[in-house]
């Protein structure tokens, strides 16, 4: 339990301040809302006048913004499923990556714990920041739907959107562990990593182009996790969610595996 | 039964090598001295010990356990201070001790006191601002707060000024008397002959020599270069095998009563003088010449 409680101290500042940042760019759009909805007819033919394909890549085809869900998951597929996602990358490269390219690992791992262990404590105090995060902004924007909203609005489809929002943020964290865990040396795991979750929120975007494309959506959770979609319908595909268990359990079982036999370059 | 014991063990990165075939033994409450020059594969066979890298082949055991498979077990009983100081540079002396204390059973944090205190270290103050030397304090009272029964220590008076090199000195020798056993790797052979009962001689990843620290007496010599336009006068009374001479510097090894030296050499006009330990270069490579013959 230690490296859980040693690793929680040292990030959850961090974790506050990204925190903060994001529960007020929600209240800036947010309160926006109001006069925006007078116009939605307005709005609605502006939208008609746009290129179909920037529509479609963006999730606003059709999409009816006097409902508040509907407005505040467009606007989070940016400021949470992205930003969100760049959040735990650079989290969970502070984590581990730093610990080997400061050359910290030399203290920690010649103490006497398994590697394995290290690592699964590690990857809790982690999934905790995250989790926190997200409940963090999740009751805000809870509280900031209750006050601005201008007609009856579905919590469930709420409570899924968040859902999947977290889902999506877990992932990437245990996926970017894995990642550290495979890389030899730590100079560019954080570029990489963010890199990496640049192109897979593009190629979700691009799996909506064209049919051609739209095998895709199975290799990026930014697809799973597509936040208007699943206010839209009001619910997340059952394929999406086993995928999801499957490629943590896969991710993390193989992090594990290999940390305990990785050589640490100092 | 050793406490540690390597055998045939090779670390290969890619091609490059790390060490090849190292085989040692270190037995219980002694002062083990690993001596090598940069570079020799010293902190890769510590790194092995340690389990921060596997070996590519061969096998390490440390109180007759497994250093791949049971590193957890056996760490639990190794203090270890490393060659270069990293740890978390935005904390204090304290929050970190006390980080270092969480990992073992039963840490008295008194001794902890007593060490920082021992060290001159002020527990308040933020890692990052610490020198060199004081970081490396950090290190040595990290390593010894659990009271291990095996110490590492990779070049620990790297840093220290030389009152807490003696200092570390007299703490490892007071280990000693309470069983502890000690592995120094040093790059320093006056350190090694001072402080060791046993060494393993190191360099370029192989083990050239084993043995009992006397075996190292010979080579107690000093070597000496001096400058002096009375040369001649010199090599008349000195009578010295083995001299090199420069124009007006001579250099030769000396072994004799030093004071013998400093008298004779009282006579002479003297412009310039070095009087230094044998490097450790000498000193291999008179092992090898001794393998050759």
Known sequence: MNVYTWEMKRNIKTTIVWMVALVLVQLMYISVYPSMVKDTELLTRMMKLMPKAFLRIFGLEDLDFSNILNYQASISSIYVTLVGSIFAVLLTCKVLAKEESEKTAEFLLSKPVKRSNVLLQKISSTLTLILTFDLVICVSSLLMVEFFKQGAVDYTRFWLFWLSQILLHLTVANLVFTIIVLVKRQDSTTSFSIGMTFVLYILAMASKLTEKLELLKYLTPFYYSEGIRIVKYGRMEPVFLVIYFFLNLAVVLSSLFFYSKKDIYL | ?293
């Open chain 2, 1 to 293: 039964m050793s406490v540690i014991e390597t055998r045939n063990l090779c670390k290969y990165y890619g091609k490059h090598r790390g060490i090849v075939d190292v085989s040692f033994s270190v037995e219980e409450g002694e002062i083990f001295g690993f001596i090598g020059p940069n570079g020799a594969g010293k902190t890769t066979t510590i790194r092995i010990l340690l389990g921060l890298i596997f070996p590519t082949s061969g096998t390490a055991r440390i109180f007759g356990k497994d250093c791949t498979r049971e590193g957890h077990e056996i760490r639990k009983e190794i203090g270890y201070v490393p060659g270069e100081v990293n740890y978390y540079s935005n904390v204090t002396v304290d929050e970190l001790l006390n980080y270092s204390a969480s990992f073992y059973d039963r840490v008295d944090k008194k001794y902890i006191k007593e060490l920082c205190e021992i060290f001159e270290l002020d527990p308040k103050k933020k890692f990052r601002e610490l020198s060199t030397g004081n970081k490396k304090k950090v290190a040595i009272v990290q390593a010894l707060l659990h009271k291990p029964k095996l110490l590492i220590c990779d070049e620990p008076t790297n840093g220290l000024d030389p009152i807490m090199q003696n200092r570390l000195f007299e703490i490892i020798r007071e280990l000693k008397g309470q069983g502890t056993t000690i592995f120094f790797s040093s790059h320093i052979l006056s350190e090694v002959q001072k402080l060791c009962d046993e060494f393993a001689m190191i360099k370029e990843g192989k083990v050239v020599k084993t043995g009992k620290i006397e075996q190292l007496a010979g080579f107690n010599y000093k070597s000496i270069t001096l400058q002096s336009r009375q040369i001649d006068e010199l090599e008349r009374t000195l009578k010295i095998p083995h001299r090199r001479i420069d124009d007006s510097t001579i250099s030769f090894k000396y072994s004799g009563d030093i004071n013998e030296l400093l008298k004779k050499l009282s006579e002479i006009q003297i412009e310039n003088i070095w009087i230094e330990d044998p490097s450790l270069e000498e000193l291999f490579l008179s092992f090898y010449e001794e393998g050759e013959r």
